[in-house]
């Protein structure tokens, strides 16, 4: 089964408007890890946001934040004041910190965002 | 702070070749992982070491690779035998570990077999 779900292949936003992204997850541990990283066409990942399964707070780092949903199993990436230089593509990932293997990440499959001017 | 840096940045083979992959991690960082990533997909982990074990090999990991990190520093992956599936981004990630534990990612390296 599919652990990180992004359904959302490719995304438009205006330049200065705010964009969601979405991301749900599976697992069936009670403590994990949720990150988002962007990749720019160069290739490298960035890292952007963390949020843990504890976290009672949404985290938010910047013009990022994450929107969690602990019963719905979903983790949104909000950016707000959308620039150019946010075009990429944008992964959800999850470790599972009791039963995943290793400390490895799983990825979704990413959403290709575009701002427009 | 230097970030994870890879070597080289782009490579080009030819079937049945031999290749090797060089990753150095952010110097404090005691865990390396190694992913692949296919065009249109997200990374998929390939193995992973803390300190100088290699504690984790994804079964992606044919006989053909083979990852080494000698004396908990920089890490190389080799694959022998090139085949043109093995054609990917090869990204290097290190982290420290601990509570929140983030891994950090190299630029990544290119190979196109042919």
């Known amino acids: 089964a599919q652990k990180i779900t992004q359904t959302q292949p490719g995304m438009f936003v205006q330049e200065k408007e705010a964009v969601t992204l979405d991301c749900t997850y599976d697992t069936s541990d009670q403590s994990y890890g949720l990150f988002w990283y962007k990749q720019p066409s160069s290739g490298e990942m960035i890292f952007l946001i963390y949020?843990?399964?504890?976290?009672?707070q949404n985290a938010t780092e910047g013009r990022y934040s994450l929107n969690f949903q602990k019963a719905r199993k979903s983790a949104n990436l909000v950016i707000s004041a959308s620039q150019l230089g946010d075009s990429a593509m944008y992964f959800c990932a999850m470790r599972e910190i009791l039963s995943g293997s290793a400390r490895q990440l799983t990825f979704g499959s990413g959403t290709q965002l575009t701002v427009l001017p | 702070d230097t970030g994870v840096s890879q070597d080289p940045r782009h490579k080009i083979t030819k079937r049945g070749q031999n290749v090797t992959f060089r990753c150095d991690p952010i110097?404090?960082?005691?865990?390396l992982y190694w992913y692949r990533q296919t065009l249109g997909q997200g990374p998929e982990f390939l193995t992973y070491?803390?300190?100088?074990?290699?504690?984790?090999k994804s079964r992606l990991l044919s006989d053909r690779f083979s990852a080494e990190r000698p004396k908990g520093s920089f890490s190389t992956l080799e694959i022998q035998r090139t085949e043109q599936g093995d054609s990917a981004m090869y990204l290097c990630?290190?982290?420290?570990?601990?509570?929140?534990?983030?891994?950090?990612f190299g630029p990544g390296t290119r190979l196109l077999v042919l």
């Open positions: 070491f803390q300190n100088e074990a290699q504690l984790e």
């Open positions: 990630a290190s982290s420290r570990e601990g509570y929140q534990e983030t891994q950090y």
């Open positions: 110097s404090e960082h005691n865990r």
């Open positions: 949020q843990g399964s504890y976290d009672e």
